[in-house]
């Protein structure tokens, strides 16, 4: 699967964006799919996913801000951040995991998951 990410920007605290994210792949709906953010200094960290059963998951630092979805049939997945923090400043990126690596649990390590978006940057101001 390939995967572009968009939807970025800069606002105010409290603001809403959803970033969005276009893939490329036969079995797309097989696909875990995941967002992660990266801020300057700061390791590459979990934020949300959704895998092929739609099951989801968040950081703990987001939940009840955000919101991850998935539509098999255009090939998005998608990210709403409401309310959002300054803290969430950082660089976000979609992610999807080998379609053959089955696992019963939401994925949400960096290392389970083998292509990568561009990355779209968020920057919240205060």
């Known amino acids: 699967v390939q995967l572009q990410a968009s939807g970025g920007g800069l606002v105010q605290t409290g603001a809403s964006l959803r970033l969005s994210c276009a893939g490329s792949?036969?079995?797309?709906?097989?696909?875990?799919l995941g967002w992660f953010r990266q801020a300057p200094g700061k390791e590459r960290e979990f934020v949300a996913a959704?895998?092929?059963?739609?099951?989801?998951e968040y950081a703990d630092s987001v939940k009840g801000r955000f919101t991850i979805s998935r539509d098999n049939v255009k090939n998005m997945v998608y990210l709403q951040m409401n309310n959002l923090k300054p803290e969430d400043t950082a660089v976000y990126y979609c992610?999807?995991?080998?379609?053959?690596?089955?696992?019963?649990?939401?994925?949400?390590?960096?290392?389970?998951?083998?292509?990568w978006g561009q990355g779209t940057q968020v920057t919240v101001s205060s």
């Open positions: 992610a999807g995991a080998d379609p053959t690596y089955y696992t019963n649990y939401v994925k949400k390590l960096v290392g389970d998951y083998t292509t």
């Open positions: 792949a036969r079995f797309f709906s097989s696909v875990d």
């Open positions: 959704v895998d092929w059963r739609i099951v989801t």
